[in-house]
C-alpha cells in the first residue's frame, strides 16, 4: 500500500471528488445487494405455491428501479475516479516534462532519451492505473466485500457466513508472499522496457548510418537480442501475477463446495429456506468480483509502485545550473571578458581547457579555430551555461554570467551549432520558433541575411513548406541557413556560430559572413570553424590546441607567425584551388 501513501498528496488534493466516487460505489454495493434477495424471494414465493401476479410486478419493478439505481451509482464513481486519474496522469506529464526542461546538459548525457520517454509514458501510465483501477480495486474490493459479507450473515445466516469464508485467509497470505516478489520484477520490467525503448530511439535516429555501413542485419540480431531478454523478463512477471488468478479462483471453489454442503443442511433442517440458499449463493458470486480484485489490486500497486520510485528519481535530480531568482534580470549586453583558469567536464580529471583569457569589445567579432577536440565548442558551452563549474569568470557586459536570471542571458544569445535541429514543421515556423509572433516580413529578412530566400522562394509551398522530421526534406546547407536565420531573427546582443557554416560552399559562406558583418556592426560575434576563410576578417582569432590558447591575433599577424594557422591556411588554400581547377577543367 506504499504506493498509496506516495500519492497521498494528491488524494488530499482531489479528496472531495474521490469521496463522490467511493460514496458511489458504496451506493453501487448496497443497491447489488437487493437482486441476490429478490430472486431468493421469488424462490421461496414459487416453492411455496404463493407466487401473484401482483406480487411478481411489484418484485419485477423493484428490479428495475434497483438496477436503474445502480446505472446512475456507476456513472457517478465511474466519472469521479477515472477522471480524478486522468488529471493526476496530467499532472505528473507536466511536471516531468517541465522538470526536463530544467535540467541542465549532464542530466541528459546521464540519461538517455530512450529513457525519459520511457518515464513519460510507460511509467507514468502505470501510476495513473493506480488512481483510477487501484482506487476501484481497493475500494470495491472492501465495500462491494463488506456490504455482500453482511447480507450474507444478516439476510441469510451467520454460521453458513463464517463456513464460506473459511478458506479467504490464504488469500492474504498469498498476496503478501507474491506481493514482495512482484514488486522487485516489475522494476527490473519497467528497466527493461526502458532499454528497449532506447534502442529502438537509436536504431530508428541512425538508420541513414546503419543502411550507409550495411549494419541492418546486425542491428537486427541486437533489436531482437533485447526484445528476447524483455520477453523474458515480462515471462517471468506474467508467471508471478498468473498465480493471483488460479489460487483465487481454486479458493472460491472451496468456498462454493463448503457452501453447498453445509447449506444444503440447513435447508434439510429447515434452519434457512431454499431462497435464502440461492441468495446466498448469489452473494457468494458477488465475492469472486472483490476476490479477484484483491489480486488484481496487488498487481496495479507493484507496477504503480515501481514506477513512481523510478519517476521520483529522476524529478529529485537537481540541475547544476542555478537559476539565481534575484540575480539581474537586465538582458546581457555590452563586452566580453572571459577569465577562466580551468575547467574540467564532470567525473573527468584531466583539464579540458586552461588559461583561456580573452576581450571582445561589444559590436566585435572573434575567431575561434583549431583542430578537432582542440576545445572551441568547449569554450561555447561555458559561454552557454552548460556548466558552471569551472574557475575563474565569464564577464558579460561587466558582470558575471551567472550572476545574470537565465531569461536575462540566454535570449542575449544566438546560437546555431554545426549539428541543426529543425522541427517537424514548416519553414516559417522553424525560423520563427524563438519569436513565435515575428511577421512574415522579419521572416523574409532574416532568411535573406542567411542567403536563402531565394532557394525558398523557388519551393512551391515557400515558407509553408514541411521540412519532415529533423529537416530531413532539406539539405544539410539549407538546414544549417534555416539556423542561422532562427538565430537572426532574435537579433541577439552575442552571436555563436559553432561551426554553422560546414555544409554550405564558399561561396555563399562569403555571402553570409558580408551580411552578418554589415548587419551586426554594434552587436558582438563569436565564429568557431575549421574553414579558416570564415574567420578570418574577425577582429581577433584564437588558435586552440589541447585546450590551450597556442596562437592569437588578427589574420596578418598570424600568418606572419608562420605557425599552424598559417600552415592550415595556406593548404586549405590549396585545396580550394585544385577543386576550382578541377572543376573548371
Same mark, same amino acid.
Given at each position: 500500500?506504499?504506493?498509496?501513501?506516495?500519492? #497521498?498528496?494528491?488524494?488530499? +488534493?482531489?479528496?472531495?471528488?474521490? %469521496?463522490?466516487?467511493?460514496?458511489?460505489?458504496?451506493?453501487?454495493?448496497?443497491?447489488?445487494?437487493?437482486?441476490?434477495?429478490?430472486? #431468493?424471494?421469488?424462490?421461496?414465493?414459487?416453492?411455496?405455491?404463493?407466487?401473484?401476479?401482483?406480487?411478481?410486478?411489484?418484485?419485477?419493478?423493484?428490479? $428495475?428501479?434497483?438496477?436503474?439505481?445502480?446505472?446512475?451509482?456507476?456513472?457517478?464513481?465511474?466519472?469521479?475516479?477515472?477522471?480524478?486519474?486522468?488529471?493526476?496522469?496530467?499532472?505528473?506529464?507536466?511536471?516531468?516534462?517541465?522538470?526536463?526542461?530544467?535540467?541542465?546538459?549532464?542530466?541528459?548525457?546521464?540519461?538517455?532519451?530512450?529513457?525519459?520517454?520511457?518515464?513519460?509514458?510507460?511509467?507514468?501510465?502505470?501510476?495513473?492505473?493506480?488512481?483510477? !483501477?487501484?482506487?476501484?480495486?481497493?475500494?470495491?474490493?472492501?465495500?462491494?466485500?463488506?456490504?455482500?459479507?453482511?447480507?450474507?450473515?444478516?439476510?441469510?445466516?451467520?454460521?453458513?457466513?463464517?463456513?464460506?469464508?473459511?478458506?479467504?485467509?490464504?488469500?492474504?497470505?498469498?498476496?503478501?508472499?507474491?506481493?514482495?516478489?512482484?514488486?522487485?520484477?516489475?522494476?527490473?520490467?519497467?528497466?527493461?522496457?526502458?532499454?528497449?525503448?532506447?534502442?529502438?530511439?537509436?536504431?530508428?535516429?541512425?538508420?541513414?548510418?546503419?543502411?550507409?555501413?550495411?549494419?541492418?542485419?546486425?542491428?537486427?540480431?541486437?533489436?531482437?537480442? =533485447?526484445?528476447?531478454?524483455?520477453?523474458?523478463?515480462?515471462?517471468?512477471?506474467?508467471?508471478?501475477?498468473?498465480?493471483?488468478?488460479?489460487?483465487?479462483?481454486?479458493?472460491?471453489?472451496?468456498?462454493?463446495?463448503?457452501?453447498?454442503?453445509?447449506?444444503?443442511?440447513?435447508?434439510?433442517?429447515?434452519?434457512? $429456506?431454499?431462497?435464502?440458499?440461492?441468495?446466498?449463493?448469489?452473494?457468494?458470486?458477488?465475492?469472486?468480483?472483490?476476490?479477484?480484485?484483491?489480486?488484481?489490486?496487488?498487481?496495479?500497486?507493484?507496477?504503480?509502485?515501481?514506477?513512481?520510485?523510478?519517476?521520483?528519481?529522476?524529478?529529485?535530480?537537481?540541475?547544476?545550473?542555478?537559476?539565481?531568482?534575484?540575480?539581474?534580470?537586465?538582458?546581457?549586453? !555590452?563586452?566580453? =571578458?572571459?577569465?577562466?583558469?580551468?575547467?574540467?567536464?564532470?567525473?573527468?580529471?584531466?583539464?579540458?581547457?586552461?588559461?583561456?583569457?580573452?576581450?571582445?569589445?561589444?559590436?566585435?567579432?572573434?575567431?575561434?579555430? #583549431?583542430?578537432?577536440?582542440?576545445?572551441?565548442?568547449?569554450?561555447? +558551452?561555458?559561454?552557454?551555461?552548460?556548466?558552471?563549474?569551472?574557475?575563474? $569568470?565569464?564577464?558579460? !557586459?561587466?558582470?558575471?554570467?551567472?550572476?545574470? =536570471?537565465?531569461?536575462?542571458?540566454?535570449?542575449?544569445?544566438?546560437?546555431?551549432?554545426?549539428?541543426?535541429?529543425?522541427?517537424?514543421?514548416?519553414?516559417?515556423?522553424?525560423?520563427?520558433?524563438?519569436?513565435?509572433?515575428?511577421?512574415?516580413?522579419?521572416?523574409?529578412?532574416?532568411?535573406?541575411?542567411?542567403?536563402?530566400?531565394?532557394?525558398?522562394?523557388?519551393?512551391?509551398?515557400?515558407?509553408?513548406?514541411?521540412?519532415?522530421?529533423?529537416?530531413?526534406?532539406?539539405?544539410?546547407?539549407?538546414? =544549417?541557413?534555416?539556423?542561422?536565420?532562427?538565430?537572426?531573427?532574435?537579433?541577439?546582443?552575442?552571436?555563436?556560430?559553432?561551426?554553422?557554416? %560546414?555544409?554550405?560552399?564558399?561561396?555563399?559562406?562569403?555571402?553570409?559572413?558580408?551580411?552578418?558583418?554589415?548587419?551586426?556592426?554594434?552587436?558582438?560575434?563569436?565564429?568557431?570553424?575549421?574553414?579558416?576563410?570564415?574567420?578570418?576578417?574577425?577582429?581577433?582569432?584564437?588558435?586552440?590546441?589541447?585546450?590551450?590558447?597556442?596562437? +592569437? #591575433?588578427?589574420?596578418?599577424?598570424?600568418? +606572419?607567425?608562420?605557425?599552424?594557422?598559417?600552415? $592550415?591556411?595556406?593548404?586549405?588554400?590549396?585545396?580550394?584551388?585544385?577543386?576550382?581547377?578541377?572543376?573548371?577543367?
Amino acid at each position: 500500500m506504499g504506493i498509496f501513501i506516495k500519492l #497521498g498528496w494528491y488524494f488530499k +488534493r482531489e479528496w472531495k471528488t474521490y %469521496s463522490t466516487g467511493v460514496i458511489g460505489l458504496l451506493f453501487t454495493a448496497l443497491l447489488g445487494i437487493v437482486p441476490p434477495w429478490i430472486i #431468493g424471494r421469488l424462490v421461496d414465493l414459487i416453492h411455496r405455491g404463493q407466487l401473484t401476479v401482483k406480487a411478481l410486478v411489484f418484485l419485477l419493478v423493484l428490479l $428495475t428501479v434497483v438496477s436503474f439505481a445502480q446505472y446512475l451509482a456507476r456513472y457517478v464513481w465511474r466519472t469521479a475516479i477515472w477522471g480524478e486519474s486522468a488529471k493526476l496522469e496530467a499532472t505528473l506529464r507536466e511536471r516531468l516534462f517541465w522538470h526536463y526542461m530544467q535540467m541542465d546538459t549532464q542530466f541528459f548525457q546521464e540519461y538517455r532519451t530512450g529513457d525519459l520517454m520511457a518515464h513519460a509514458t510507460n511509467d507514468l501510465s502505470a501510476i495513473q492505473r493506480v488512481a483510477g !483501477g487501484g482506487i476501484l480495486q481497493f475500494a470495491d474490493s472492501i465495500i462491494t466485500g463488506g456490504t455482500t459479507l453482511i447480507a450474507m450473515m444478516t439476510v441469510v445466516d451467520w454460521r453458513l457466513t463464517l463456513i464460506a469464508i473459511l478458506p479467504f485467509p490464504f488469500l492474504a497470505v498469498m498476496a503478501r508472499v507474491l506481493g514482495k516478489k512482484m514488486h522487485n520484477a516489475f522494476k527490473k520490467s519497467q528497466a527493461a522496457f526502458s532499454r528497449l525503448n532506447n534502442k529502438a530511439q537509436e536504431s530508428i535516429s541512425g538508420v541513414k548510418v546503419i543502411k550507409s555501413f550495411g549494419q541492418e542485419k546486425d542491428d537486427m540480431d541486437e533489436f531482437n537480442g =533485447q526484445v528476447d531478454d524483455t520477453i523474458n523478463i515480462n515471462r517471468h512477471v506474467n508467471k508471478l501475477d498468473a498465480l493471483f488468478d488460479p489460487i483465487t479462483t481454486m479458493i472460491m471453489a472451496v468456498s462454493y463446495v463448503l457452501t453447498i454442503v453445509y447449506g444444503g443442511h440447513l435447508v434439510i433442517s429447515e434452519t434457512i $429456506t431454499l431462497g435464502s440458499l440461492v441468495s446466498f449463493v448469489s452473494y457468494l458470486s458477488m465475492l469472486v468480483w472483490p476476490m479477484f480484485a484483491i489480486g488484481m489490486l496487488f498487481n496495479t500497486l507493484e507496477r504503480g509502485n515501481a514506477s513512481y520510485d523510478r519517476i521520483n528519481n529522476v524529478l529529485n535530480k537537481k540541475s547544476k545550473i542555478l537559476d539565481k531568482q534575484n540575480g539581474v534580470a537586465q538582458e546581457a549586453r !555590452g563586452d566580453l =571578458q572571459y577569465e577562466l583558469d580551468s575547467f574540467s567536464f564532470p567525473d573527468e580529471q584531466q583539464e579540458n581547457l586552461h588559461n583561456i583569457y580573452f576581450t571582445i569589445k561589444e559590436g566585435g567579432t572573434l575567431g575561434l579555430v #583549431g583542430k578537432v577536440g582542440s576545445g572551441k565548442s568547449s569554450v561555447i +558551452r561555458l559561454l552557454l551555461r552548460q556548466f558552471d563549474d569551472y574557475q575563474g $569568470t565569464i564577464y558579460f !557586459g561587466g558582470i558575471d554570467i551567472r550572476d545574470y =536570471q537565465l531569461d536575462a542571458l540566454i535570449p542575449a544569445i544566438g546560437y546555431v551549432p554545426q549539428e541543426t535541429y529543425l522541427f517537424s514543421n514548416t519553414i516559417r515556423e522553424n525560423i520563427r520558433f524563438a519569436r513565435p509572433e515575428a511577421s512574415q516580413k522579419e521572416v523574409e529578412q532574416a532568411a535573406a541575411k542567411s542567403d536563402l530566400a531565394q532557394q525558398i522562394a523557388t519551393f512551391p509551398a515557400g515558407y509553408d513548406t514541411q521540412v519532415g522530421e529533423e529537416g530531413i526534406s532539406l539539405s544539410g546547407g539549407q538546414r =544549417q541557413r534555416i539556423a542561422i536565420a532562427r538565430a537572426l531573427l532574435i537579433d541577439p546582443e552575442l552571436l555563436i556560430l559553432d561551426d554553422a557554416l %560546414s555544409a554550405v560552399d564558399a561561396e555563399t559562406e562569403t555571402e553570409i559572413l558580408q551580411t552578418l558583418r554589415t548587419e551586426r556592426q554594434d552587436k558582438t560575434t563569436i565564429i568557431a570553424s575549421h574553414r579558416l576563410s570564415s574567420v578570418m576578417n574577425a577582429d581577433e582569432i584564437l588558435v586552440m590546441d589541447d585546450g590551450k590558447i597556442i596562437e +592569437r #591575433g588578427r589574420h596578418a599577424e598570424l600568418m +606572419r607567425q608562420n605557425g599552424w594557422y598559417a600552415d $592550415t591556411f595556406k593548404l586549405q588554400a590549396l585545396e580550394t584551388e585544385e577543386k576550382e581547377g578541377g572543376f573548371n577543367g
